[in-house]
């Protein structure tokens, strides 16, 4: 599919393609910020965001024959490889979970080589590819931009969503108009610091229309186990408790830099990004109030 990407979800956006259930398409997608930290190395001074350009570079919208609310669109992801040989991560004031602890920008730059991508000489990250953002558009002629999500899908940042795996997405507007972007190299669940390892990719995905079928809010399935190799090693967990989930979710963050910092010599940066794209939080127990429990769960098979 070529054209030119689009950087809203609006009902008045032209059609790139239509498309039947069944078919598959092929694209290609620029990174979250349309490639403009392609020469900046960790560390370095990131360039000020074009105004005229937002960020969030979607393919799309494709229009599906006969899709109609009240149905289901299965996104089926066929393939995601990277076009460039590097994906950064990077942390902006006043984003992310611990925005008020990392208050000065910065970026680390990840040179992949083939099925990883190294963390200094700490840590060797699995290159898992996804696309973040997978979504039909809501029922708004109004711009809307590409964060947050909704019950439409958009950017989900589902790490799960990698080859094999199918999203399905509640139709809102004839046509369902797919639109697909954010592709990222790895993840982990909650991409802590507001960015995964971004980079830009091509993909290739089947979909297919499921008429009268209703669902309340995105729904996904994996095509094996969810976290297949690196579970070889165990696995070290912090915990936040505390009487709100996000609360919890930053202390067991900050507990885990912590560890990272004081176990593997890392820079508090640095452990935070590695939080974002290898850590996985999980809510580990909602039933005790008034204090809730999530945990972060560092797979020991990356740690060098």
């Known amino acids: 599919m070529a054209g030119d990407p689009h950087h809203l979800w609006t009902t008045a956006h032209e059609p790139r393609l239509a498309i039947a259930s069944g078919d598959t398409v092929s694209f290609a997608c620029e990174d979250a910020v349309n490639g403009r930290y392609d020469a900046v190395p960790t560390g370095g001074t990131l360039p000020v965001a074009d105004p005229a350009l937002p960020p969030y ?4 919208p494709l229009l599906v024959h006969d899709a109609q609310p009240g149905d289901v669109l299965e996104v089926e992801i066929l393939k995601a490889t990277g076009t460039k040989g590097f994906g950064w991560t990077s ?17 680390y730059r990840w040179e992949i080589a083939g099925d990883h991508t190294d963390l200094h000489d700490v840590a ?22 590409v964060m947050p999500p909704g019950h439409f899908g958009g950017n989900l940042d589902c790490r799960d969503l990698v080859v094999g795996s199918s999203v399905f997405l509640p139709v809102q507007v004839p046509g369902a108009r797919l639109a697909i972007g954010d592709p990222h190299a790895a993840q982990g669940d909650g991409e802590v610091c507001v960015s995964a390892i971004e980079w830009a990719a091509r993909g290739t995905v089947r979909v297919r229309l499921h008429r009268g079928r209703t669902i309340p809010a995105p729904q996904l399935r994996t095509a094996g186990p969810l976290r297949a190799g690196l579970e070889d090693a165990g696995w070290y967990a912090t915990t936040g408790v505390a009487p709100s989930l996000m609360r ?24 935070y990004v590695l939080c974002s794209v290898a850590v996985d939080l999980k809510i580990t127990e909602v039933v005790d109030a008034p204090n809730w429990v999530v945990g972060a769960y560092l797979p020991l098979s990356i740690m060098r």
Do not use: K, N, W
């Open 248 to 271: 919890a979710a930053q202390d067991a963050v900050r507990a885990m830099i912590d560890h990272l910092s004081a176990t593997y010599g890392l820079d508090p940066r640095d452990a």
């Open 124 to 145: 060797r990250v699995p290159v898992r590819p996804f696309f973040g953002v997978v979504g039909v558009c809501p029922d708004t002629v109004e711009p809307l931009p």
């Open 57 to 60: 570079p979607l393919v799309g």
């Open 91 to 107: 942390m902006v004031p006043g984003e992310g979970l611990l925005s008020d602890d990392f208050t000065e920008p910065y970026l």
